[in-house]
């Protein structure tokens, strides 16, 4: 399973850091993915990691200000969020999938493991 923590209250400007530890899998193995819903919008995924190949990919809305890391022995995707805007409120979600790629549009419905989402709101 996934739990995502960290999120909650940030200023504009500010920064939060969310955190995706996972359990009962071979999380060695797996590509983990960031994605976020805000209200009346599609889940978009905004940061990918690929166990596979160690890269990472981020949406242009998030390139630059967020980074996605990994700790392989705690079992843990982080994802620091700087300069954060309005824009960027919303539930954050981890995804993770042995096969697919959590990046890919197209995967996004099939991917094996879905965390239950940590909300970031952020204020002026």
């Known amino acids: 399973q996934l739990v995502e923590s960290g999120g909650g209250l940030a200023q504009v400007g500010g920064s939060l850091r969310l955190s995706c530890s996972a359990s009962g899998f071979t999380f060695e193995t797996y590509d983990i993915g960031w994605f976020r819903q805000a209200p009346g919008k599609e889940r978009e995924a905004i940061s990918c990691?690929?166990?596979?190949?160690?890269?990472?990919h981020y949406a242009d809305s998030v390139k630059g200000r967020f980074t996605i890391s990994i700790d392989n022995a705690k079992k843990t995707v982080s994802l620091r969020m700087d300069n954060l805007s309005p824009e960027d409120r919303a539930v954050y979600y981890c995804?993770?999938?042995?096969?697919?790629?959590?990046?890919?549009?197209?995967?996004?419905?099939?991917?094996?493991?879905w965390g239950q989402g940590t909300p970031v709101t952020v204020s002026s």
């Open positions: 990691l690929y166990n596979r190949d160690d890269s990472t």
């Open positions: 995804a993770a999938d042995q096969f697919l790629e959590p990046c890919r549009p197209e995967a996004r419905q099939y991917l094996a493991l």
